[in-house]
């Protein structure tokens, strides 16, 4: 009980951990996405079945969905305009839980899909709002422009 109250409070003291842990997860995530539907062309057919214009849903994916995922996971990964970056994501996740996913919800049977980019939705919001945290490239960049627009002290 004693180790948990430990790290209780370590997590407490240094919440900037536990978003940059978060930040860099999910840049893995959306990375690791985009490469699957480089991929995997056949299986990104499927999950966009059923949509209405099925030839716009994917040329919107190969052209938009597809680039914002890879840069985007890769910013948010390294922590480099980390808001921005989330920011371009939320509408991609936004459209895959109400046009591509929640239609499918009336079916019984696999459907974790909703979950999982309400979950995403969900994580990117709070990077957006809270930011990238302490180990990222951006915190280290204000850091050092800081440092150059202090006034000099007068004695």
Avoid at 72 to 78: C, E, F, H, P, Q
Wanted: charged share 15%.
């Amino acid at each position: 009980m004693k180790s948990i109250n430990e790290c209780k409070q370590w997590v407490q003291a240094h919440p900037d951990v536990i978003i940059d842990l978060m930040r860099t997860y999910l840049g893995i995530g959306l990375l690791i996405k985009a490469i699957y539907f480089l991929s995997h062309r056949g299986e990104l057919d499927q999950l966009l079945h059923g949509a209405d214009n099925l030839a716009f849903a994917q040329a919107m994916v190969l052209h938009c969905v597809i680039p914002v995922h890879l840069v985007g996971g890769l910013l948010l990964t390294v922590g480099l305009l980390t808001r921005v970056a989330a920011l371009l994501q939320i509408p991609i996740l936004v459209g895959a839980v109400f046009y591509v996913h929640l239609p499918k919800l009336i079916l019984v049977g696999p459907r974790e899909g909703v979950e999982f980019a309400l979950l995403v939705l969900y994580l990117l919001v709070l990077i957006f709002v809270f930011g990238p945290g302490r180990l990222s490239v951006d915190y280290f960049l204000l850091k050092k422009e800081s440092r150059q627009f202090q006034p000099l002290s007068s004695s």
